[in-house]
């Protein structure tokens, strides 16, 4: 009995812990939300040229606010790309680079993996490797995104798109519901892994090594309850056949 205490106590811990998280990433999605509702319908002629050009099924809409030093990207059926105010300092190249790389990011989807990657951490908030998994995928996914936006390119547009991501490198905060090309997420290892795109990355590797074990600690914690409850259903049965037996003679 006593073991079965113990499994009903981590049970709890585990769904206390789990809604905790899950609470925090509602509190965190509102409050940008809230910021997103502020924002006002923007005119740019070199994103709408982009989107047209590219002839997106979703309906592509843009916004300007004044809580956004970089562009995002909020949404997942009706994405909405949130220019920073006071573009007019901005050259034209410039914001071309940071439209095509929100673009992109619509193109794949990246907003609703960063939904997905945030339930996968609420139910396995327990494990260390999970939350590294989750802070490198982030990094990643705009390595990833900048990659398939450089491949595309010449290469001296390919340089142009790199030095924007450096003048882009402000300190802004981290979006839970958005992507974005500048902010925090331009870092030294975003940086060289543009300048040098064939290059191992250590974080797909943590990524990948991270999910195989919290998917191995799934099957270990749940095969030893299986086998028990087949045990039990077992001992059952025999019970049952040893009342039922007819005696002999």
Same mark, same amino acid.
């Given at each position: 009995?006593?073991? &079965?205490?113990? /499994?009903?106590?981590?049970?709890?811990?585990?769904? *206390?812990?789990?809604?905790? @998280? !899950?609470?925090? #990433? =509602?509190?965190?999605?509102?409050?940008?939300?809230?910021?997103?509702?502020?924002?006002?319908?923007?005119?740019?002629?070199?994103?709408?040229?982009?989107?047209?050009?590219?002839?997106?099924?979703?309906?592509?809409?843009?916004?300007?606010?004044?809580?956004?030093?970089?562009?995002?990207?909020?949404?997942?059926?009706?994405?909405?790309?949130?220019?920073?105010?006071?573009?007019?300092?901005?050259?034209?190249?410039?914001?071309?680079?940071? &439209?095509?790389? /929100?673009?992109?990011?619509?193109?794949?989807?990246? *907003?609703?993996?960063?939904? @997905? !990657?945030?339930? #996968? =951490?609420?139910?396995?908030?327990?494990?260390?490797?999970?939350?590294?998994?989750?802070?490198?995928?982030?990094?990643?996914?705009?390595?990833?995104?900048?990659?398939?936006?450089?491949?595309?390119?010449?290469?001296?547009?390919?340089?142009?798109?790199?030095?924007?991501?450096?003048?882009?490198?402000?300190?802004?905060?981290?979006?839970?519901?958005?992507?974005?090309?500048?902010?925090?997420?331009?870092?030294?290892?975003?940086?060289?892994?543009?300048?040098?795109?064939?290059?191992?990355?250590?974080?797909?590797?943590?990524?990948?090594?991270?999910?195989?074990?919290?998917?191995?600690?799934?099957?270990?914690?749940?095969?030893?309850?299986?086998?028990?409850?087949?045990?039990?259903?077992?001992?059952?049965?025999?019970?049952?056949?040893?009342?039922?037996?007819?005696?002999?003679?």
């Amino acid at each position: 009995s006593g073991h &079965i205490h113990l /499994e009903t106590v981590l049970k709890w811990v585990w769904a *206390v812990g789990m809604l905790c @998280l !899950l609470l925090y #990433f =509602l509190y965190t999605y509102v409050r940008e939300y809230q910021a997103f509702k502020r924002c006002v319908p923007a005119q740019s002629e070199v994103a709408q040229r982009l989107i047209r050009k590219r002839n997106y099924i979703r309906n592509i809409r843009l916004y300007e606010g004044e809580a956004f030093k970089t562009p995002v990207t909020y949404g997942v059926l009706f994405p909405k790309i949130v220019l920073p105010k006071g573009l007019d300092t901005v050259s034209r190249m410039d914001l071309r680079n940071m &439209i095509v790389h /929100e673009l992109e990011h619509i193109r794949k989807f990246d *907003v609703l993996k960063r939904y @997905l !990657l945030a339930a #996968f =951490l609420c139910l396995h908030w327990f494990n260390p490797l999970a939350w590294i998994m989750y802070r490198l995928y982030q990094e990643d996914q705009e390595i990833a995104c900048d990659e398939r936006v450089l491949r595309r390119m010449k290469k001296e547009k390919g340089k142009h798109y790199i030095y924007t991501m450096i003048k882009m490198s402000v300190d802004e905060k981290r979006h839970f519901a958005a992507t974005g090309f500048g902010g925090k997420s331009v870092g030294k290892r975003r940086i060289l892994a543009a300048l040098n795109p064939k290059r191992l990355k250590v974080g797909n590797l943590m990524i990948i090594l991270s999910a195989g074990i919290c998917m191995s600690l799934v099957f270990v914690s749940v095969t030893p309850v299986r086998i028990r409850q087949e045990r039990k259903a077992n001992d059952t049965g025999e019970g049952i056949a040893e009342e039922i037996k007819p005696e002999e003679g």
